[in-house]
């Protein structure tokens, strides 16, 4: 028995394995794993750091850093059971280590072979036009990931599910690539302007099951949608409502722009988690009627949507735990996480310009 085979014998009688033994998992080329990205039971999963992921990252990757003690309990949070998982990281080492892991977790996982630098160096896309994942626990204990995405376009997930806030796919220079996103669940469309309303887009997150959820005007353009009206109210899955709020102007000389009762804002609650996205609005009366709000989302740019003394009024009315300014285009906010501080409000800046 020459030297090879005898470790081999060894090792097996000692009750080890090989790497390669252990092995409970796929590995993929480049081609292939762009190929099984693109169906819908499968999540893709960057388990980088936050700082790599936010360098750049696979568009549509939801991110776990494997290095972290509880990356398996992120992980379960954000892959329901039933999907299969694809993992990867810089060089493949680090996602052959997650792969393992999530494995053992009861999920069918396929590894990047080469990790996103082979990616790349097959000149496949990559997009840092999202700063990373907010992450929220809903009352249960899921996970409510929240990625910005450009202007006033949000993408939500919670328990495998897409939800895709007024999608638009260019502006100006900026640009989302939807076809590289998983398909959506639910689309929510505010109003027919075209920083919020994008026909290519709606079409590249739609598949079948998709439900789109707009307010008049887009739903005629479109020749199809589930209409809201301000007031109404739908259970779109047994954890998840929405409800339509009023958005629109009350400054004399911008009341053209938003006109009353046309457009919508959304409070969508999800598994308990109430997340605010308020649309092309001024601060209106309207606001003090929305109440436990845990995520916001306010614009703020004049003359079509508020000024920032109008947002931090609009702020304290609502009272929201977290607060996002959204649709700043050139307006300077820099200064409304400290004009906040004093009342509570963590304020997060993120790429909504």
């Not at 992980?75 to 999530?102: E, F, I």
């Not at 707009?214 to 779109?236: P, S």
């Not at 609005?281 to 004049?302: G, S």
Request: net charge negative.
């Amino acid at each position: 028995m020459n030297m090879k085979k005898y470790l081999t014998f060894l090792l097996a009688l000692l009750g080890l394995n090989t790497a390669c033994s252990q092995q409970n998992y796929e590995n993929a080329s480049v081609s292939d794993f762009a190929a099984l990205i693109t169906q819908p039971d499968v999540v893709l999963l960057d388990v980088r750091t936050d700082k790599e992921f936010a360098e750049g990252h696979i568009g549509g990757a939801l991110h776990a850093d494997v290095n972290k003690d509880d990356f398996i309990e992120q992980a379960r949070q954000l892959v329901p059971q039933g999907k299969r998982v694809a993992v990867y990281c810089r060089s493949g080492r680090r996602s052959a280590n997650a792969a393992n892991q999530l494995a053992k977790a009861g999920y069918t996982v396929v590894n990047l072979k080469g990790g996103i630098m082979e990616w790349q160096k097959q000149q496949m896309p990559v997009t840092t036009e999202t700063a990373g994942q907010d992450v929220f626990k809903t009352k249960s204990g899921k996970t409510v990931a929240i990625y910005p995405l450009l202007h006033a376009s949000i993408r939500i997930v919670f328990d495998g599910k897409e939800i895709e806030i007024d999608p638009v796919g260019k502006l100006g220079n900026r640009t989302t690539d939807y076809a590289a996103l998983p398909k959506a669940d639910y689309i929510f469309v505010t109003h027919e302007h075209g920083d919020h309303f994008d026909r290519a887009a709606i079409g590249q997150l739609t598949a079948t099951g998709t439900r789109l959820v707009t307010n008049r005007r887009c739903a005629d353009m479109l020749g199809y949608g589930e209409v809201m009206a301000n007031g109404d109210h739908k259970e779109v899955a047994d954890n998840i409502s929405v409800e339509a709020v009023p958005a629109y102007n009350i400054t004399e000389g911008h009341l053209q722009f938003h006109p009353k009762g046309r457009d919508n804002g959304y409070i969508l609650t999800i598994d308990g988690l109430r997340i605010y996205i308020a649309g092309d609005t001024e601060n209106i009366p309207e606001m003090t009627n929305i109440k436990d709000i845990d995520v916001a989302f306010l614009p703020c740019n004049q003359p079509y949507t508020m000024t920032t003394s109008q947002f931090v009024n609009a702020a304290r009315i609502i009272k929201p735990r977290v607060l996002f300014p959204y649709h700043y285009g050139q307006t300077d906010i820099s200064q409304l996480p400290q004009q906040l501080k004093a009342d509570g409000i963590d304020v997060r800046m993120r790429p909504f310009d």
